[in-house]
């Protein structure tokens, strides 16, 4: 057996030292691409994001305010003590993040103490939809909303219950209490003057809160697709308006109101999606 030179031995030491660690610290290519994998997998949290969830917010009570058609301030003002909770709240389908994504959850909105909607609700809840565009500071789209902006049009204060009456004579030399805050003042008012109400359904509506800001968010939409819809679209928007406000003038109850204009919503995005092939209303 042949003996090696004990420098030749040290240098060979040496060398497998120093090649072994550096070759372990790297990746082979079945690592590489798990990892590359792996990222893709990961899932996106833009949706989920706190500040996405409050931007919903703003818009929401936004929308709100265009509904109703007034207190876009006193909305703006509130929304910042509404607290807002979007559960699931994910992306459609999984995308690169240089692409708008489309998200939808299950939103609950829960109003500040001394509010309500009409029929008594202090917590909103309804299926939501939101864009962001690609970016670290994406801007946020507020999509389908009406489960939520609809009534949330409809924002009342609570009605405080009476003092009791005081036992001893008040002090003349008290200040007076302040009056307590009332931020939204006016009814929810349908798109029309209910003072020329004539037919059974624009009562109907003029009575109603939650109809009237159906009634205002639909004439929304309307105007908002006239300005935009073709020839052949704003033809198709004029005559099917015609046969939905016979329609609802021929409701038996607010539920068949209510569902009326939920159709007629739809309808509008039917037409300008080019998909409308005529609907037919049908009372419950």
Known sequence: MRILPHGLILAASLSLLAC???DRDKLDDNQLATSAESKEAAPDTRCAARSAQDEVKRQLFARAAEIRGSNSDDYASIAGFALIEIDGAAPDSAGPASRMIECRGRATLRLPAGLRVAGGRTTLGGDIGYSIAP?????VTLGQSDAIAIPLATLTQRRAAPPPAPVAEPDPLAAAPEPAPAPIADPARPSFDCRSARTEG????????????L?????????????????????QLSESRDRFLGFRDRCPSDSCIDGAYRG???????IMAGRWQGRIYRRD
């Open 215 to 235: 009634d205002r968010a639909m004439a929304v939409q309307y105007r908002s697709a006239l300005a935009r819809a073709d020839p052949l679209q704003a033809r």
């Open 202 to 213: 624009e009562q109907a509506v003029c009575a109603n809160p939650t109809l009237a800001a």
């Open 135 to 139: 970016g670290p500071r994406g801007t």
């Open 264 to 270: 007629r919503m739809r309808e509008i995005d039917d």
């Open 20 to 22: 072994g660690p550096r």
